[in-house]
């Protein structure tokens, strides 16, 4: 069962790598198929090597449309804390566009977020629709939210 256990967690670890946001969605049954074997063997896999202490996190539905999501987590420590840092520094009520725009520039050059990441955050923080106290708070406060889910997801 090693052997079987082995490729099924190297072929789940080779589509995780090329996943570009580390999740991937499966169904069990096909799976199961691909491998020649049981379910079962594929809930002994996941529930073996893929662990919260591993660095994943999987979700399972059961029944006929059933299927899994496996997640790799960033343990990153260092960022963890780097984003912690930042976002104490934020200032307290009022982001300008442009305070936005050199703070994402900011958490990119850093590597905290990736460039995607950034000009999604840019997206929705940076336009030129007037900087009035109404947006910029509106803004600080989705530059926090933000921070506060990339602080869950590491």
Known sequence: MSNLANNIE????????????????????????RFQCVPSQINYVLSTRFTSERG?????????????????????????????????????????????????SRLMDARLVTRREGLL??????????DGELFQSLRTLMLTRMLEVLLRES
């Open 10 to 33: 190297s072929y789940l670890k080779r589509l995780l790598d090329a996943s570009p946001n580390a999740a991937i969605i499966i169904q069990r049954k096909e799976l199961a198929a």
């Open 121 to 130: 955050m840019k997206a929705v923080t940076v336009h030129d629709r007037g």
């Open 56 to 104: 994943f996190v999987v979700e399972s539905r059961r029944g006929g449309g059933g299927y899994l999501q496996i997640r790799r987590i960033d343990l990153d420590r260092a960022k963890v804390s780097r984003l912690l840092e930042i976002l104490q520094e934020m200032p307290g009520e009022r982001f300008s566009a442009q305070d936005a725009d050199d703070f994402i």
